[in-house]
C-alpha cells in the first residue's frame, strides 16, 4: 500500500491489474516481462484521533483499589473500541446489499426477517462471481451481532447451520470465531452496526461480508497509547490516553456486501 504524506489517495494493486496470460508459452523461445500496471488507486484522507484520560494523587492515595491499571485497561478498550466503530461505519457504508426475509429495503425489516442460511449463500456466491479474495485462503470473513448469529445458529432444516461443520480440529481453528458455514468463517461482535429503523422502529442488524480486498488502510502514525506530560506544579495529575493518525477507505465494492435483517433475540 502506498499512501502520501498529504492523505489523497491510496494505491494497491489488484488481482484483476494484471492480464490473464492465456498464449502458450513456446518451448524454445523465452517469453518478454511486461510492466507491472498502474495500481488501482482511491481517496483516503487520515485524520487525528485519540482519548486522553487523567488521574490524581488524591484519587490513587484514597482508592481502595489500584487506579492505574484500571486506566490503562479504559483506555485500551477505548482504542479498540473507536477503531473497531471507524472501520465498521466505513464497511456499512457499501453499495452492495441484501435484505433478509425477500425484503428490498431498510424500512421494510421486521424482527422475523433474521438472517438465514439462503442469505449467507446468496452473499457468497455473489463474492466468488466477483472474483473476490479470501480472507482466509477460500472463505470470506463475515461479521455479525451475536443476536444475527443465534438467529443463523437457530435456523433448522436440511441446508441450515450443521454442529458438523462447526471448528473441530485444532488446526481449523481461528480465535474469536463462531464457526465455518456455506464459504465464509463468522465472527461475533457486540459492536456491529445495528440500529431502530426498520419497519416501525424494528432494530435493524447489519452483517458485514468480506474478501480480502474490500477495505484499505492509510497510517500515518499507528494508534498507540501515550503518557502525558505532568501538567500542574506540585505534579499531583497523570495523564494518559491514546493517539493515531489515519483512516479507511473501501477498495474494491464487489469485494463487500451487507445484509440487513431483523432479530428474533
Known amino acids: 500500500m502506498n499512501v502520501d504524506r498529504a492523505g489523497s489517495s491510496v494505491q494497491l494493486f489488484t488481482q484483476a491489474d494484471l492480464a490473464v496470460a492465456t498464449t502458450p508459452l513456446s518451448e524454445l523461445v523465452d517469453p518478454d516481462a511486461v510492466a507491472l500496471p498502474n495500481p488501482t488507486s482511491v481517496s483516503l484522507t487520515p485524520a487525528?484521533?485519540?482519548?486522553?484520560?487523567?488521574?490524581?494523587?488524591?484519587?490513587?492515595?484514597?482508592?481502595?483499589?489500584?487506579?492505574?491499571?484500571?486506566?490503562?485497561?479504559?483506555?485500551?478498550?477505548?482504542?479498540?473500541?473507536?477503531?473497531?466503530?471507524?472501520?465498521r461505519d466505513t464497511l456499512a457504508?457499501?453499495?452492495?446489499?441484501?435484505?433478509?426475509?425477500?425484503?428490498?429495503?431498510?424500512?421494510?425489516?421486521?424482527?422475523?426477517?433474521?438472517?438465514?442460511?439462503?442469505?449467507?449463500?446468496k452473499v457468497v456466491t455473489k463474492l466468488r462471481a466477483n472474483a473476490a479474495?479470501?480472507?482466509?485462503?477460500?472463505?470470506?470473513?463475515?461479521?455479525?451481532?451475536?443476536?444475527?448469529?443465534?438467529d443463523l445458529r437457530s435456523n433448522t432444516g436440511a441446508g441450515s447451520w450443521q454442529d458438523l461443520h462447526k471448528y473441530a480440529a485444532p488446526g481449523e481453528f481461528w480465535p474469536g470465531?463462531?464457526?465455518?458455514?456455506?464459504?465464509?468463517?463468522?465472527?461475533e461482535s457486540a459492536r456491529a452496526k445495528n440500529a431502530a429503523d426498520g419497519a416501525a422502529g424494528a432494530q435493524n442488524y447489519r452483517t458485514i461480508?468480506?474478501?480480502?480486498?474490500?477495505?484499505?488502510?492509510?497510517?500515518?502514525?499507528?494508534?498507540?497509547?501515550?503518557?502525558?506530560?505532568?501538567?500542574?506544579?506540585?505534579?499531583?495529575?497523570?495523564?494518559?490516553?491514546?493517539?493515531?493518525?489515519?483512516?479507511?477507505?473501501?477498495?474494491r465494492?464487489?469485494?463487500?456486501?451487507?445484509?440487513?435483517?431483523?432479530?428474533?433475540f
Not at 452492495?96 to 449467507?120: E, F, M, R, W
Not at 479474495?133 to 443465534?150: E, F, I, T
Not at 470465531?177 to 463468522?186: H, L, M
Not at 465494492?253 to 428474533?264: F, H, K, M, P, T
Open 253 to 264: 465494492q464487489a469485494a463487500l456486501y451487507r445484509v440487513e435483517s431483523g432479530s428474533a
Open 133 to 150: 479474495q479470501g480472507k482466509q485462503g477460500d472463505n470470506y470473513a463475515c461479521y455479525l451481532h451475536p443476536n444475527v448469529s443465534a
Open 48 to 87: 487525528e484521533y485519540g482519548n486522553l484520560s487523567i488521574s490524581s494523587i488524591k484519587a490513587k492515595a484514597t482508592s481502595f483499589a489500584d487506579i492505574d491499571p484500571m486506566q490503562m485497561n479504559l483506555i485500551g478498550y477505548n482504542m479498540a473500541d473507536t477503531l473497531d466503530t471507524l472501520v
Open 209 to 251: 461480508f468480506c474478501g480480502a480486498e474490500a477495505l484499505a488502510e492509510g497510517v500515518v502514525i499507528e494508534p498507540h497509547t501515550v503518557v502525558g506530560n505532568i501538567p500542574d506544579k506540585f505534579g499531583r495529575f497523570f495523564p494518559l490516553g491514546w493517539y493515531g493518525f489515519l483512516g479507511w477507505t473501501i477498495f
Open 177 to 187: 470465531t463462531v464457526g465455518v458455514f456455506e464459504g465464509a468463517f463468522f465472527v
Open 93 to 121: 457504508g457499501g453499495t452492495n446489499v441484501v435484505y433478509s426475509g425477500g425484503k428490498t429495503s431498510t424500512a421494510t425489516i421486521t424482527a422475523a426477517d433474521v438472517l438465514a442460511a439462503n442469505d449467507v449463500r
